[in-house]
């Protein structure tokens, strides 16, 4: 099948690219506020993005670590509590940009698809696909037995084996007309794409852009009409 005869996907980031902050983190200390997190695990996922953010440890290993305490710190959590803080979790979040909504609406418009891919946790990104209608979304997945968590991980699209899988598979099936991301680990979102999009927020002046050709460098003050015009463009062609 050519890809002109696909449905058309947008492939996109969440954490600092969609939404501010590093959710993760922020939904374990919701969970552990409310005793539902293993408070000795909450202190570890702290002190990695501490480590990430200071350059002691690596993105990968920081993602890699992040969904192994994630499951620990879940494991013995009934599933139906932990849905209904999820619920509580997003309902309350004021952390998505405000640009998002606006920007799903232009792509919804121009009948493309919308697939998110996280390291954040599936339940999650549930919730926030019923709230903006969003196609597909693939976050971090872990273990589940006779409703109750286990200390298992099942699988972390945030590493970036995992998101190559991940978009293998979207790519057989759709035409991938736009990526997405705010870091060289969502290279795998930007190269499929037609129109690749950069999150390089106003605080982050010298993040590193990736080489990646044909690379459209956004904030959240320019995106809106930087992706009005490429999806113009390519609809006229």
């Known amino acids: 099948m050519k890809n002109t005869d696909k449905e058309r996907v947008a492939l996109l980031d969440w954490d600092g690219t969609l939404r501010a902050g590093y959710e993760i983190t922020e939904w374990c200390n919701f969970l552990d506020e409310r005793g539902y997190f293993e408070k000795e695990v909450g202190i570890r996922q702290r002190t990695l993005l501490s480590n990430y953010l200071t350059g002691k440890i690596t993105f990968s290993q920081a993602v890699f670590d992040v969904g192994v ?6 494991s013995g959590q009934k599933l139906k509590d932990i849905m209904i803080l999820a619920r509580q979790f ?25 697939v998110l891919i996280s390291n954040t946790p ?32 099942i699988i972390n699209p945030g590493l970036t084996e995992a998101k190559k899988k991940i978009v293998a598979e979207l790519v057989n099936k759709y035409y991938v007309v736009l990526g997405m991301g705010d870091t060289h680990h969502d290279v795998p979102l930007l190269e499929p794409a037609k129109i690749r999009l950069f999150m390089k927020p106003h605080d982050k002046p010298n993040i590193s852009i990736p080489e990646v050709p044909e690379l459209k460098v956004v904030d959240e003050s320019t995106v809106i009409e930087t992706v009005e015009t490429a999806v113009a463009n390519l609809s006229n062609r």
Not at 69 to 74: D, K
Request: aromatic share 14%; proline share 0%; no cysteine.
């Open 69 to 74: 305490n994630y499951a620990e710190g879940l």
């Open 90 to 114: 997003v309902e309350k979040d004021h952390a998505v940009f405000k640009f998002t909504s606006a920007f799903f609406e232009i792509l919804h418009s121009n009948k493309i698809k919308l």
């Open 122 to 153: 599936q339940l999650l990104l549930d919730k926030y696909k019923k709230q903006f209608k969003l196609n597909e979304v693939y976050g971090l997945q872990t273990g589940e037995k006779s409703g109750t968590f286990i200390n298992e991980v």
